[in-house]
């Protein structure tokens, strides 16, 4: 259908990239979707300037952030305020 589609997915991610700046805030949803008969997930995130849509196979924290973050690796940061807010909340040690 079409050839050399690397040149539209760098402008999905730049028309995506900027969007995400446009506001302080991002509004997501989902929906569920088939993709040759297997069952996926259509997350939606819009403001009032643009909507994106984006069809994976999971519907978890993960896939959001992988969503946000444009295919770039994830970081984590582990400061003493991380540690207090896990301590907070209860997060399991394992």
Known sequence: M????????QEKTEIF???LKTTPYQQIDDTGARVNGINYYTQILCNP??????????????????VL??????????????????????????
């Open 69 to 94: 973050l444009c295919g770039k690796e994830k970081t984590y940061c582990f400061n003493a305020e991380a540690f207090d807010m896990m301590k907070t909340f209860n997060v399991s040690k394992s």
């Open 2 to 9: 079409t050839k050399d589609i690397d040149l539209f997915y």
């Open 49 to 66: 300037h643009y909507t994106a849509y984006f069809t994976v196979p999971d519907k978890d924290r993960k896939t959001i952030l992988d």
């Open 17 to 19: 990239l900027e969007g």
